[in-house]
């Protein structure tokens, strides 16, 4: 079985668009469509045809370019149950618990409400790659426009039980602005100081930080370490929840 292609397209201001690939059963999805001619021109570079749209909210940076890729490739979408009336063109509805086969490729579905509610991730386990939206960004978190701390959590928990080397597919650039933010957090987190100092040199480079892992997140990203003391500490939350915790980080990033 040929390994699963994925080919990284950064459209708009600092989003990424994916396309994933199946070489042996010649299928090909795009994760979300923040950009339909972006998507379009990298098909027609590869000489693929789009099969699949994957989304994983309905924000118009994620599933804009729906009902356009769809007109021209007559391609098959497939989005959130809960946000189905959302979802521009949905074929086929999914929810926590059911998957969602590319050729020989299955990834979970996840249910991650708290950037919206009904928002879902795609975990291609067996591929070792999780498309996250805008649930997880390296070294952040999505927005709470619709979901609340806990639900955030609960979801964000999740994302933190995949194996330490799954890759993270973000949707979107945030990671040197994130960056400056947590190491107001944690100041002495060796593992996010020396994140900071890659992130540094990778955006000098012109090259993404995306993807990143779920181990590295878990050392370095604020919004998975309530538990961390410094953090705690330096929120003056030493004994609030977890949940507690990742509201009054995302409060505070939402100002900073
Ligand atoms: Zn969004």
Known sequence: MAALQIHQIPCLQDNYGYLIHDPDAVLTATIDTPDAGAIERALTERGWQLDYILNTHHHFDHAGGNLALKAKTGCVIVGSRSDARRIPGIDILVGEGDTFTLGSHRARILETSGHTVGHICYVFDDDNAAFVGDTLFSL???????????????????????????????????????????????????????????????????????????????????????????LRATLGLPAATDADVLGATRRRKDSF
């Not at 806990?150 to 964000?156: D, N, R």
């Not at 779920?214 to 370095?220: D, N, P, S, Y």
């Open 140 to 230: 952040g978190c999505g927005r709470l426009f619709e979901g609340t701390p806990a639900q955030m959590w609960a979801s964000l928990q999740k994302l933190m039980a995949l194996p330490g080397d799954m890759r993270v597919y973000c949707a979107h650039e945030y990671t040197a602005n994130n960056g400056r933010f947590a190491v107001t957090l944690e100041p002495r987190n060796a593992a996010l100081a020396a994140r900071v100092r890659e992130v540094a040199t990778l955006r000098a480079a012109g090259r993404p930080t995306v993807p990143s892992t779920i181990g590295l997140e878990k050392a370095t990203n604020p919004f998975l370490r309530p538990a961390s003391p410094e």
